[in-house]
């Protein structure tokens, strides 16, 4: 995984002061539970999906490894009193409190991954998914020369504050620095979503059906000065 630094602390209003950093081993859980997020999926709608979900992030071969994500963390909550999952201390010692994920990576192994993700088996000894066979026999996502944003999500008090948007240029920025292709897949009914990606210069690719539903693909096409 190649490394990248984080952006420097961002004041959004009065009340918030978010920071992005690249996420550790012990914001498993949080990403986990972000990740289904971004599917629209709770952990109290599947537990179970959930605790696969957590052994997932923790498996270095995995599409969702933890060392592939960004963390937003807001460092104006004070979170000492509280049992937040990911709550940490920031280096002048404030309290901080994840709010957000982008989870983005280069595609080049994305087919084995994706292979590997969905063949995986659980300590309970059972699949990732009941309709594991259905999930291997998808298109890829994604492929070599993309870095494909694989999910973003933002904890509900938290959005339509720039958050999003924060944790996107983030992964532009990045592809733009190992010179990959930005794409993502969104829901089109999505329309917040679908004008935050053409408001950053994403545009419509193609139609792809993946768990289930049809998905646009939205690819971002770096221009430069000849």
């Given at each position: 995984t190649r490394s990248h630094p984080t952006s420097p602390k961002i004041t959004l209003s009065f009340f918030f002061m978010i920071t992005l950093r690249k996420a550790r081993?012990?914001?498993s859980e949080f990403i986990a539970r972000m990740v289904m997020m971004?599917?629209?999926?709770t952990e109290e709608e599947n537990?179970?999906?959930y605790n696969h979900m957590v052994e997932l992030v923790k498996d270095e071969k995995i599409l969702y490894h933890w060392s592939r994500a960004v963390i937003a963390m807001d460092a104006t909550?004070?979170?000492?009193?509280?049992?937040?999952?990911?709550?940490?201390?920031?280096?002048?010692?404030?309290s901080c409190l994840p709010i957000g994920l982008c989870l983005a990576y280069d595609g080049i192994d994305y087919h084995e991954r994706r292979v590997y993700s969905f063949s995986f088996v659980c300590k309970d000894r059972k699949p990732v998914?009941?309709?594991?066979?259905e999930l291997l026999a998808q298109p890829d996502e994604s492929e070599a020369g993309e870095?494909?944003?694989d999910s973003l999500a933002v904890i509900p008090e938290y959005r339509g504050k720039g958050i999003g948007r924060m944790l996107l240029m983030d992964a532009l920025k990045r592809a733009e620095d190992m010179a990959l292709t930005p794409t993502i897949l969104v829901n089109p009914n999505n329309t917040p979503a679908v004008k935050l990606y053409r408001s950053v210069g994403f545009e419509y690719g193609e139609e792809m059906r993946v768990f289930g539903e049809d998905?646009?693909?939205y690819k971002k096409t770096w221009h430069y000065p000849t």
């Open positions: 081993y012990e914001d971004a599917l629209h999926i537990p179970r999906l909550i004070n979170t000492k009193n509280t049992s937040i999952i990911g709550s940490t201390l920031s280096q002048e010692g404030q998914s009941e309709n594991n066979a870095m494909y944003v998905y646009h693909k």
